[in-house]
């Protein structure tokens, strides 16, 4: 009997011990988020807006130079004839089945006056949890006191459950920063279909409740904007300096052009430490939306037909992306659609030796996509990734250069680094054995230029105009 007193007595010690920590721990929150609404009630002032970074200056060519198709040529009469090749059978294209949707997690319970939301993402269909404190309006024109009043009101509602439900998707969708900013600024947009500063304003909250360094600045019209930093540099996106790094403005896909005057605060709120990660390093897992789009190229004097797939929903994401440097588009992840082109390419290259095997993969890029510039067909440079490339009707240099060199990694599992020209971009390959033709060394190992938009060039080939410029080596690993 006593050891059983003793027990319960433990037990209940603990559980008040417990409690204790939790109302401490509970009450340093409401104090930080206290400090913080008081700050913003007197620290705004004036803040200077960069336009935005500039990629490359350098006008691409609007026209790509194309070699006539080579014709083979017959080996001299005293050497032996080498063995042919066998082409594979062409048979009907039928592409695999895409994988099934990933299993989310179970639908949380409400909180207690809470209510529940409906949010398309990525293909699913989420159901969450969330305290109607949190759909709080933001109403008149943004002012100091005014934005420090709606953070504390936020600070007020049980927020932590609809966080719990956010992080709790980003392993079963594989999210990474920018497609977890994307999923608060989903909910956000449910929450606030019509205002666009009670919008901003939530997105705010939430992601500096998840630790995200976020901030808001209002604008002399009366609207409000959130901004984030970034490990990786963004391009032609506005941005504010702050204790030596970039905050860059986070709008919608496809809204551009400056800011103007931003009034912000020189702060942060406590713990909210994090950068916005950019690298795609695993494709995202939607629901899956496959579209299909007949390619052709012709190779060797056959032609071959090539049917691609891509995922509408990863697209559209893929769309909301801001421009980064190349080396992030070439090292990004494949989704699942990208599935079915290897499939259908890997036995066009299988028992090729190396060297033809690469060409036959540049003449399927640099002939089974049409090509215009960036500026043609969307009035603005944009970088593609691969699975983009296989959704939009028009490619470019970059585009090329990096699906190319997907490719190429995939099927032949070679060593592949891009090539920045003024201008224009490339590729170069590390074959196992040296091959003649123009190439370059980097770290020690010889690469062989391959250039995807250069039409009907076989690897080793520079196009001319850039024969004697150097490019930047872009590294892969």
């Known amino acids: 009997m006593v050891l059983g007193a003793n027990a319960a007595w433990a037990e209940s010690e603990f559980e008040r011990y417990m409690r204790e920590q939790r109302s401490a721990f509970q009450g340093y929150l409401e104090e930080r988020d206290r400090a913080f609404s008081d700050f913003l009630k007197t620290q705004w002032e004036e803040m200077r807006v960069y336009h935005g970074l500039v990629r490359d200056t350098q006008p691409k060519p609007v026209v790509m130079p194309k070699l006539p198709e080579p014709a083979p040529q017959p080996l001299p009469a005293p050497q032996p004839a080498p063995e042919p090749i066998a082409e594979p059978e062409l048979k009907p294209i039928v592409l695999p089945e895409p994988p099934p949707p990933p299993p989310l997690a179970p639908v949380a319970p409400v909180p207690s006056g809470g209510e529940r939301l409906k949010l398309a993402f990525l293909g699913h269909d989420l159901d969450l949890a969330y305290d109607p404190k949190l759909a709080r309006r933001f109403e008149g024109r943004p002012a100091d006191g005014a934005i420090a009043d709606h953070w504390a009101a936020l600070s007020g509602a049980d927020y932590k459950p609809l966080l719990s439900q956010l992080e709790g998707l980003r392993g079963p969708l594989a999210l990474n920063d920018w497609a977890y900013v994307q999923l608060v600024r989903g909910v956000s947009a ?19 409740k998840s630790g995200f360094a976020s901030r808001v600045g209002y604008l002399e019209s009366g609207r409000i904007h959130l901004f984030l930093p970034s490990r990786q540099k963004l391009y032609d996106t506005p941005y504010l300096t702050f204790d030596g790094k970039r905050y860059y403005v986070i709008r919608a896909a496809g809204e551009r052009g400056s800011l103007g005057q931003v009034y912000s605060y020189n702060g942060k709120y406590p713990g909210a430490e994090r950068r916005l990660d950019m690298a795609l390093a695993r494709a995202l897992k ?16 056959r032609d071959y037909a090539i049917k691609a797939r891509y995922d509408r929903h990863t697209t559209e994401f893929l769309d909301s992306y801001p421009q980064m440097d190349l080396e992030w588009y070439f090292r990004s992840d494949v989704g699942g659609a990208g599935a079915g082109l290897l499939e259908q390419l890997r036995p066009l290259v299988e028992g090729r030796p190396e060297p033809e095997a690469v060409n036959l993969l540049l003449r399927f890029v640099q002939t089974a996509f049409d090509y215009r510039t960036d500026d043609e067909q969307f009035g603005y440079e944009n970088y593609l990734f691969a699975e983009e490339t296989l959704r939009f009707p028009y490619s470019d240099c970059e585009d090329r250069a990096v699906i190319f060199a997907w490719l190429v990694r995939e099927l032949l599992h070679l060593e592949v680094v891009g090539l920045n020209y003024p201008g224009h971009v490339a590729a170069a390959v590390r074959f196992s054995q040296r091959q003649s033709g123009d190439s370059l060394e980097h770290r020690g190992e010889r690469y062989t230029v391959a250039d995807p938009t250069y039409i009907n060039a076989d690897f080793g080939m520079t196009m001319p105009q850039y024969a004697q410029a150097r490019p930047e080596v872009i590294s892969l690993r």
Do not use: C, I, M, V
């Open 286 to 301: 939607s629901r899956g939306d496959y579209q299909e789009r007949d390619l052709g190229f012709r190779f060797k004097g």
């Open 190 to 208: 449910q929450l606030h279909p019509r205002n666009a500063n009670s919008r901003t304003l939530l997105e705010w909250f939430l992601l500096a």
